[in-house]
């Protein structure tokens, strides 16, 4: 099993940054895809990005690139989301994931969740 705690998240205002963290526990995640989901009430979850085992691929959504940046520390066994000129709309509980199969299944293979972090930025 692997736990996963995310932290860092908060209110910012628009044009803002936070660096979201997830810690995982349990097993070394070395050899897990990690990645971020997003969702609000209004809306379904989405990827946010995704990181492969070895940090070399990854993957982003296209609302958020060039603006958020994954990456991973596997000898700390957390995963981090930078998140740069934030908007409004990226108002949202955003959620760690991690999986062992490979990052392109990411979208639909999720085998660990973390509880979630609220990220809320104001216009």
């Known amino acids: 099993q692997v736990q996963l705690v995310e932290s860092g998240g908060g209110l910012v205002q628009a044009g803002g940054s936070l660096r979201l963290s997830c810690a995982a526990s349990?097993?070394?995640?070395?050899?897990?895809?990690m990645g971020w989901f997003r969702q609000c009430p209004e809306k379904e979850r989405e990827l946010v990005a995704a990181?492969?085992?070895?940090?070399?691929?990854?993957h982003y959504a296209d609302s958020v690139k060039g603006r958020f940046t994954i990456s991973r520390d596997n000898a700390k066994n957390t995963v981090y989301l930078q998140m740069n000129s934030l908007k409004p709309e990226d108002t949202a509980v955003y959620y760690c994931?991690?999986?062992?199969?490979?990052?392109?299944?990411?979208?639909?293979?999720?085998?660990?969740w973390g509880q979630g972090t609220q990220v809320t930025v104001s216009s």
């Open positions: 994931a991690a999986d062992p199969r490979s990052i392109r299944s990411f979208l639909k293979n999720n085998d660990y």
């Open positions: 349990g097993r070394t995640i070395s050899s897990y895809t």
């Open positions: 990181i492969s085992w070895t940090g070399t691929s990854t």
